[in-house]
């Protein structure tokens, strides 16, 4: 049995991500006081669970409670004794978190005696850093859709609770750089060296799915030796990942609105993952939101 640990900042979509790993068949318990970690990995092992995980939310509602230094000792001493526990760790961008705390109404555990929002906000973050910095899975929930978590929260249960040999998951993720970096990458590739389609008024409203779009893109002599790069480089990196235990790899691909050349990029680099045997999820971040301007702009 597998154990997973929940945490991050508050607003960050850690009350769905619980009832996601829940759907997906772990036996789930929410704002856990850390000091009952121990017995629940007990009371799961004595009891002969035989679900395939089971999740716990620990953040700063626990208030004095929670003691991340005490949290590390714990799993430390879980791992310890051959029950791993994996940290999940779910973090959003400032801008984001008091946008969705205004949108609830609802106030932040750390808030009260004066302190504001903001601060509130800070105060956390920096708890939580030793945290963050020894999670198993990063995952910013600043421009994902609940079902863009659920399928990322997807993978990662798939992964923890599969065999030591499975091969490597990439994520392969393309963005616009206008609307910022996506903090969860490992690898990042700028490609707005090529020709943009955006600026040809028959290609300009098709996205990187588009054939027209897609042969604009990839008959570029520059992007044929990006590409072959881009293969030979993954291609290296891979196995030297897996050696040093590293399981899954967020790859990137940006341009500048994130729906013509980045979307055809990302097409390409999921497809030669799959070929040499990468378990593959897609995701184009910036094209729902590009294509909703397109079509403001065609009204007006």
Known sequence: MRYLLLTGMSGAGKTLALRDLEDLGAFCVDNLPPSMIPGLIRSCESTGMTRPAAAFSVDVRSGALFDPIGIHRLIRDANQLEQPVEIIFLEAEDDALVSRFKETRREHPLCGDGVTLTEAIARERALLQPLRESADYLIDTTHLTSRALQKRLKAVFDECTG??????????????????LPRQADLVFDVRFLPNPFYIPELCRHSGQDEDVRDFVMDHPTTQVFMQKIRDMLSFLLPHYQEEGKRRLVIAVGCTGGAHRSVAIAEAVAAHLREIGCVVQLEHRDLEVEQSRWNRVSEE
């Open 163 to 180: 065999s030591e040999d499975e091969p490597m998951h990439a994520e392969v993720l393309s963005f616009g750089f206008k609307r910022g």
